[in-house]
T-cell receptor, first 113, second 117 residues
């Protein structure tokens, strides 16, 4: 089955700097890659997603890039703010598997003021 | 539009008991998926229901079961609870179950925190 690896597991950045989280997936048939942000005591919140027919997607300070050949995708957060501190999860999904998401292990991001 | 709601938010049970968790999806959403989140195993897929039918199942023992009702609300049941079942159980809903040819965007509820003593 699909396997998703996420790095780094923890990331500390200074407010205003950029943060980058990388994920690799194993199944070349995966075609949908969402990113979720989870704050303490809450469920994961979708922040951005990308389909396999697109190489890059941007939404304000957040961007995701996808390299299908290398089977990896990355989350980029620019101009980080203290409220960006949370755990971020990448995931991959295959249409044939319905809506099943396979998640990476998570990255704990700390933005220091 | 109201988000995904899960009840109860917190539960404490003892080993051997059974538990039922409930999930109400976003209005109009027809697919409901369940995930288990633990510090050791992370987020793991349990099962997905679409139009009252289980469409996909993860790698969990038969003690974990679920169902979906005609109004798309879903319940999951865990029988003969074990200490290792302590986790945050998350429900996610999506609009049409991915019939467009792409997997659907899934929206998560706040979860039910289950503690097994």
């Amino acid at each position: 089955g699909e396997n998703v690896e996420q790095h780094p597991s923890t990331l500390s950045v200074q407010e205003g700097d950029s943060a980058v989280i990388k994920c690799t997936y194993s199944d070349s048939a995966s075609n949908y890659f969402p990113w979720y942000k989870q704050e303490l005591g809450k469920g994961p919140q979708l922040i951005i997603d990308i389909r396999s027919n697109v190489g890059e997607k941007k939404d304000q300070r957040i961007a995701v890039t996808l390299n299908k050949t290398a089977k990896h995708f990355s989350l980029h957060i620019t101009e980080t703010q203290p409220e960006d501190s949370a755990v971020y999860f990448c995931a991959a999904s295959i249409k044939a598997a319905g809506n099943k998401l396979t998640f990476g292990g998570g990255t704990r991001v700390l933005v220091k003021p | 539009k109201a988000g995904v709601t899960q009840t109860p938010r917190y539960l404490i049970k003892t080993r051997g008991q059974q538990v039922t968790l409930s999930c109400s999806p976003i209005s109009g959403h027809r697919s409901v998926s369940w995930y288990q989140q633990t510090p050791g195993q992370g987020l793991q897929f349990l099962f997905e229901y679409f139009s009252e039918t289980q469409r996909n199942k993860g790698n969990f023992p038969g003690r974990f079961s679920g169902r979906q009702f005609s109004n798309s609300r879903s319940e999951m049941n865990v029988s003969t609870l074990e200490l290792g079942d302590s986790a945050l159980y998350l429900c996610a809903s999506s609009l049409d179950g991915g019939t467009s040819g792409w997997p659907d965007t899934q929206y998560f509820g706040p979860g039910t925190r289950l503690t097994v003593l």
